[in-house]
């Protein structure tokens, strides 16, 4: 079952695209649509279904996971619903039809590319369904085709590239030294040599160092403001919502805890390059003035309590990272559906020009504060909880400063989210904004439901981490 979430998707895109078929091209955003509810309502109401296993394997290169785990479903659940939240963007941004379905086709072969990253049970398809992924979303960042998409392209382009090639450097490393490139051999390999052998630390590191950059992390962080910032806004919400989340950080998890053994070093390595991320990310927010471009920095922020979560080398610890991957995909792109509100209706991001809005827009400035205190890590939002799991786990590993450092980092991210709401939706209106309205109902039913689920997760977080995420941490 779980190979039609990527034949589907890459085949509806071959038949979208064939000739003389006007009538299937408007229908492009309705199947992406469908897609994207049709695989979070396998997730919820049936997720023994998608656990039976795969169908045969599309080659012998292409493989996927024969049983799928509380990991790979948090991650298609978090696909679809980001998915789910850019294409209600583009519906409401895109006037063209023709743009819209171009816009629509790519989506959803990022959405096939995105979840072979997830299903990949070997380096070589791991790889193939990230340069899928990056390609789309290359393209996509510079959809509206000015200069700014374009610079923001480019920066991606070149990083990206260097990433693909130290992926492909290890694994021809791994080729080498294993013989194969599945998980299962690779990681037979390393507790046969006791995670000794050069050759396979030389791959770990290249692996490392090309996810790092791929996920947006300190110090490889360049491109990321750039292209959330120049990018269309729905491009922006899948982009900070889920593209970097499964090529950078849920691939880094796979492989650090199911594939290479996990030690002192990887685990402070972790360790540092979460907390210097946090910091860095929460520091750079504070000084923005472009709404979008104050999202990108705290991205890079929250993505750093993921990786600091991860490097506690604990269960509790790799829950809290994949609960709070979750929950940024979900409060993160609510923040940008808002900014692509706000952008859309009054003209502008520069929150010097703006102030006042929350009377004119009401449902935008409600959910943009339940978005900004989840992020900020206010109880019993979810963001409270998936950041207190990481600190307790962080705590418990031996490293309190660090976990000072989250809790500080978190009352950062609270004040730079504070100016952000005051200047933008507090206060007296700016000039020029009175006739101002509300969004659209295309963007009004997305942020509710990312604020219902926002607050939902909050509220149910006791049996979600009893019967989901525990499981999760158990693949240590």
């Not at 418990?396 to 400063?401: E, L």
Request: some cysteine.
């Amino acid at each position: 079952m779980p190979v039609l979430l990527i034949v589907i998707p890459l085949a509806a895109v071959v038949v979208l695209n064939l000739p003389f078929h006007a009538v299937l091209r408007r229908a492009a955003f309705w199947f992406g649509m469908l897609t994207c509810l049709f695989q979070a309502g396998l997730v919820v109401l049936a997720p023994g279904y998608i656990r039976g296993g795969s169908l045969a394997s599309l080659s012998n290169l292409l493989r996927f996971i024969p049983a799928v785990d509380n990991l790979t479903l948090v991650m298609l659940l978090a696909i679809a619903v980001v998915g789910f939240s850019a294409l209600m963007v583009a519906r409401y941004s895109i006037r063209d039809a023709e743009r819209l379905f171009n816009f629509s086709n790519l989506a959803i072969l990022a959405f096939a590319g995105m979840n072979g990253v997830v299903l990949a049970d070997d380096v070589f398809s791991l790889y193939v369904f990230l340069e899928i992924t990056a390609v789309s979303s290359f393209i996509l960042i510079a959809f509206n085709g000015d200069r700014d998409a374009f610079e923001g392209t480019f920066k991606y382009i070149i990083l990206s590239a260097a990433a693909t090639a130290m992926i492909l450097a290890a694994i021809a490393l791994l080729f080498i030294v294993v013989g194969g490139v599945s998980f299962e051999s690779i990681r037979a390999s390393m507790a046969e040599t006791g995670g000794h052998d050069h050759l396979l630390v030389a791959a770990l590191i290249l692996l490392t160092a090309g996810l790092f950059i791929k996920g947006g992390l300190v110090p490889f962080h360049g491109w990321l403001p750039d292209a959330y910032t120049a990018a269309p806004p729905a491009t922006s919400v899948l982009l900070a919502g889920i593209v970097t989340k499964t090529t950078g950080i849920y691939t880094l998890i796979r492989l650090v805890t199911s594939v290479f053994a996990m030690s002192a070093t990887v685990n402070m390595l972790l360790l540092i390059i979460g907390a210097v991320s946090i910091v860095i990310g929460a520091l750079a927010a504070l000084g923005q003035n472009d709404f979008k471009r104050m999202l990108a920095y705290s991205s890079i922020s929250q993505v750093g309590y993921i990786v600091l979560g991860l490097g506690a080398g604990s269960a509790l610890g790799v829950a809290g990272a994949i609960f709070h991957l979750f929950n940024h995909s979900v409060f993160k792109s609510l923040l940008f559906v808002n900014s692509a509100a706000v952008e859309q209706q009054s003209g502008t991001r520069n929150m010097d020009k703006l102030g006042g809005i929350s009377d004119k827009m009401p449902v935008t400035g409600t959910t943009s504060v339940i978005a900004f205190l989840s992020t900020a890590g206010i109880p019993p939002l979810s963001g409270f909880w998936s950041k207190f799991i990481i600190i307790v786990a962080v705590w418990k590993s031996g490293h309190p400063y660090l976990a000072a450092l989250a809790i500080l980092a978190s009352l950062i991210t609270l004040a730079y989210f504070l100016s952000m709401q005051r200047r933008v939706f507090f206060g007296q209106l700016a000039q020029g904004l009175e006739n101002l309205k509300e969004a659209s109902p295309w963007i009004l039913v997305t942020v509710s439901v990312l604020a219902l689920i926002t607050i939902g997760i909050g509220i149910f977080m006791p049996w979600i981490f009893g019967t989901f995420l525990l499981p999760v941490g158990s693949i240590l």
